[in-house]
C-alpha cells in the first residue's frame, strides 16, 4: 500500500485562482525555445539552493525572505527520496510542500531537482531501506584506477548503485512519479515550473561499471534507436561520437566493443546510453502524470585535471555525449551544464542547440555570465550555485533588480533574433556583433579612457580595486565581475537599448555615415515602463553604460551616405 502525508492541501490551495494555470512548457519561437509560465514567456534567473538547505521548512524561513531581498524570483530547491520516501511505499512530502507555500507567498518560481539514486555520481540521497539491500539493488563495481575529485585519503566510501539494476529503476521510478502526481494535485497554480531528474549522473572511478548486470549489458548489440539516430544525424554529430564510430567503419550493428572498440571512449558511450535511458524512463513516466519541462544537468568534463570519463562521471550528458543523451532520453526537454570551468563561452555554446534551449542550473557568481548566456544563447535562464550565500547588496542581485523589470523587452528580442551581449575577457578590449541592420562596436570604457590618455602623452589612471565579494563571510569568496558586459537589444528605428557596465558602444552601417542622434539613461519601472534620466552628451558619451555600477541607456542613430 502506497500512503502518503504532507502540508495540508487546504493551506496550499489558499489564495490560488479559481481555474489551474496554463502548464509551463518550451516553446518554438524564431529565435529557437523560450520558457512560458503562465501563458508568457518566463527567464528562470536566480540560483540554486545548497543541497541540504531545503531539507529543513525551519531553517528555509529567513532564507526566502533574504531571497526576496535579493530580488530572486526563481530558486532551485530540491526533492530528496530519501526525505520523501523514508520506508518503502511511505511517501512525506512535508519538505516539498513547505517549499511551495514559502516560494509561493513571495511571488516565486521554482524548479525541483529530485535527488534520486544518483547525485554528483554517487548515490547518498538513495534512503536506507535501498542503500541497505545489495541483494535487490546491487552496486556498481570500478576497478578503482583512478582518483576521485573532491574526496580525500581515508574518506569513507560513499555508495554508488548500479544503473543496470532493473529493481532500482523500479523504485526510483515509482517514488518520481508519485512526486509528480503530488506536484499536480498540490500545484495546479505551477510555483513549480520545472524539474530537474537526478544530478550530474554518471560513474567516477572507472570509464565503465564492471558489475555483472554491466557485463551482460556491455555484451549485448548496440541499441537500434541509437544507431538510427547516427545514421540521420551523421553530418551533424559531435566530432567525438563521429569519430569513435568512424575508426570502427561506422558499423550499422555488433556488440559496444564492435561498433565503438574497448577504449575508454567506448565506455563513456555505453554508460550515457545506460544512464540516459534510465532517466528517460523517469521522464516519461513523469511527464505521463504532469507534463513539466524536464532537464538534466552534466558536471563538465574534460576538463584540467579531469581528461576522462571516471574522472569526471562516465555516462553523464557531457558535451561529447549530447548525442547519446538525445537518442535515449528524447523526453528531456533539455541538458543543461553546471558551469565552473573558467571558459564560460565555451562552455555554454556546446549546450545552446536550436531545437535545445540554453539553461544554466549552476554557475558562480560572475554576473556578466548571465548577460552573456541570455544574450549570445538566448537561455531560458541561469542560477548562481549557493544562491543563500549571495550578499543582499551585491552586484548579482543589482543585475536581477534590472533585469525582473525588463523580461518582456528581453524576451522578446530573443524570440525575434533582435539580442547580442558583450563579454570581454582578461585581454581583450573590444568585440563586434551585426544586429539591427548595424556593425555594433563594444569596447571597454577603462581600457579605452587609458588607451586615449596615454596617446594623449597623459598617465593612465591607476586600475580600480577588486570589487566586494558576492559572498557573506563564511561563503566561497567570490569578487564582483569586473570584466565589461551588456545586453545589446535592437529596437528598430535606428534605436538600441543596452544595459550592463564597463561598456561603450560605436556602431556602422556600410559606407554610411553614422552619428549618435541621443543617448539617454532610464530604468524600466516594475510594470515594465520605461522611466528616462539623463540626456548622455559630451564626455560622458565615452561610458554610455556606467563603469561603477550596472546600468541602462537607450541609444539612438543618425546616419546619412
Request: contains cysteine; glycine residues 8%; negative net charge.
Amino acid at each position: 500500500m502506497i500512503k502518503k502525508i504532507g502540508l495540508c492541501a487546504t493551506a496550499l490551495l489558499l489564495a490560488m485562482p479559481a481555474s489551474a494555470q496554463t502548464m509551463p512548457k518550451i516553446e518554438k519561437t524564431a529565435g529557437g525555445r523560450q520558457l512560458v509560465v503562465d501563458g508568457e514567456p518566463y527567464l528562470f534567473i536566480g540560483g540554486e539552493l545548497h543541497n541540504s538547505s531545503a531539507s529543513s521548512p525551519e531553517y528555509m524561513k529567513p532564507v526566502w525572505d533574504k531571497l526576496a531581498a535579493m530580488n530572486v524570483r526563481s530558486v532551485i530547491g530540491t526533492a530528496s527520496w530519501s526525505d520523501v520516501e523514508p520506508r518503502e511505499g511511505h511517501f512525506d512530502f512535508t519538505t516539498v510542500d513547505a517549499q511551495i507555500a514559502a516560494a509561493r507567498a513571495r511571488k516565486i518560481h521554482i524548479a525541483l531537482i529530485w535527488f534520486g539514486a544518483y547525485k554528483n555520481a554517487t548515490s547518498t540521497y538513495a534512503p536506507s531501506w535501498v542503500r541497505g539491500d545489495a541483494a535487490r539493488f546491487p552496486r556498481a563495481v570500478t576497478k578503482s584506477a583512478y582518483k576521485t575529485a573532491f574526496t580525500y585519503v581515508g574518506a569513507m566510501p560513499k555508495p554508488v548503485l548500479s544503473v543496470f539494476s532493473p529493481e532500482l529503476l523500479k523504485a526510483d521510478r515509482r517514488a518520481f512519479v508519485a512526486l509528480m502526481q503530488h506536484l499536480g494535485e498540490v500545484d495546479p497554480e505551477h510555483t513549480v515550473v520545472m524539474i530537474q531528474i537526478e544530478n550530474e549522473i554518471g560513474l567516477l572511478r572507472d570509464s565503465r561499471d564492471r558489475s555483472a548486470l554491466a557485463n551482460v549489458a556491455w555484451s549485448k548489440p548496440v541499441p537500434a534507436a541509437l544507431i538510427s539516430y547516427m545514421v540521420r544525424e551523421k553530418d551533424r554529430l559531435r566530432p567525438e561520437l563521429a569519430a569513435m564510430w568512424g575508426r570502427h567503419g561506422q558499423r550499422r550493428s555488433g556488440t559496444w566493443s564492435e561498433v565503438f572498440g574497448t577504449e575508454w571512449e567506448a565506455d563513456e558511450a555505453f554508460m550515457a546510453w545506460s544512464f540516459a535511458s534510465y532517466v528517460e524512463e523517469l521522464a516519461k513516466a513523469g511527464k505521463a502524470v504532469n507534463p513539466l519541462p524536464f532537464y538534466a544537468n552534466a558536471w563538465l568534463g574534460p576538463q584540467k585535471g579531469q581528461e576522462q570519463a571516471g574522472l569526471y562521471p562516465s555516462g553523464g550528458p557531457v558535451a561529447r555525449m549530447i548525442d547519446v543523451w538525445h537518442a535515449a532520453a528524447p523526453s528531456l526537454d533539455m541538458l543543461s551544464p553546471d558551469v565552473y570551468v573558467p571558459d564560460v563561452k565555451d562552455a555554454f555554446a556546446q549546450y545552446h542547440r536550436q531545437d535545445k534551449p540554453l539553461f544554466v542550473p549552476e554557475a558562480q557568481f560572475r554576473t556578466g555570465s548571465l548577460f552573456w548566456a541570455l544574450g549570445h544563447h538566448k537561455a531560458i535562464g541561469f542560477s548562481v550555485f549557493g544562491v543563500e550565500d549571495g550578499r543582499v547588496d551585491g552586484q548579482y542581485p543589482q543585475a536581477l533588480a534590472l533585469i525582473n523589470t525588463m523580461v518582456p523587452v528581453i524576451a522578446a528580442a530573443q524570440a525575434q533574433n533582435r539580442i547580442g551581449a558583450v563579454l570581454l575577457e582578461d585581454g581583450e578590449v573590444s568585440a563586434q556583433m551585426d544586429l539591427g541592420g548595424y556593425n555594433v562596436v563594444a569596447r571597454g570604457s577603462q581600457a579605452l579612457f587609458s588607451s586615449m590618455l596615454l596617446d594623449a602623452g597623459l598617465q593612465a589612471p591607476p586600475p580600480p580595486p577588486p570589487l566586494p565579494s558576492e559572498t557573506e563571510e563564511g561563503g566561497l569568496p567570490a569578487p564582483g565581475d569586473a570584466r565589461p558586459f551588456a545586453l545589446v537589444i535592437a529596437e528598430g528605428d535606428d534605436r538600441f537599448l543596452v544595459v550592463g557596465k564597463g561598456v561603450t558602444f560605436d556602431f556602422e552601417k556600410g559606407k554610411d555615415i553614422v552619428e549618435l542622434d541621443h543617448v539617454q539613461e532610464g530604468t524600466f519601472d516594475a510594470a515594465g515602463k520605461w522611466v528616462p534620466g539623463r540626456a548622455i552628451n559630451g564626455d560622458e558619451r565615452l561610458a554610455i553604460l556606467p563603469a561603477d555600477r550596472i546600468g541602462i541607456a537607450r541609444i539612438r542613430l543618425v546616419h546619412r551616405r
